[in-house]
């Protein structure tokens, strides 16, 4: 697949692996910073708005050790709207296919994926968001 457009990523999860395979799928769309937790997410996230360079795309795992990925997704919608930065794609990732996450999250999120996920089906939702 082609470059989609170099962009600024954070992708959140607090297991290692899922985040290095989600950084290898994504290192030919942008660049990817990583965190393993909601207070280190909050930080990248702030840190990137005061430096006027928001991330375009936002990847939460929905569990993690010290906030729901639900409630650190309520917190940057807030934190976009509060500092009026253009709202980064959201996709909310789960080991879990359970509806009400989906039902949950689906009005600040843009997609939801079921892990483990393919290369293909991530490279596919973000051309179709980003298209």
């Known amino acids: 697949m082609e470059r989609i457009v170099i962009m600024r990523i954070l992708l959140i999860d607090d297991e290692p692996i899922a985040l290095t395979k989600l950084g290898i799928m994504l290192a030919k769309v942008g660049t990817c910073d990583k965190a393993t937790s909601g207070i280190d997410a909050t930080e990248h996230f702030v840190k990137a708005i005061a430096e006027n360079q928001p991330y375009d795309l936002v990847a939460i795992d929905i569990e993690l050790p010290d ?30 296919s359970k509806v009400d996450y989906v039902v949950k999250a689906r009005e ?24």
């Open 108 to 131: 600040q999120c843009d997609a939801f994926l079921v892990k483990p996920i393919r290369r293909e089906t991530l490279l596919a939702k973000v051309a179709e968001l980003f298209s």
């Open 67 to 96: 906030i729901t990925g639900l409630d650190l997704l309520n917190r940057f919608c807030q934190l976009e709207g509060q500092n009026s930065t253009p709202p980064a794609k959201k996709i909310m990732v789960t080991a879990h």
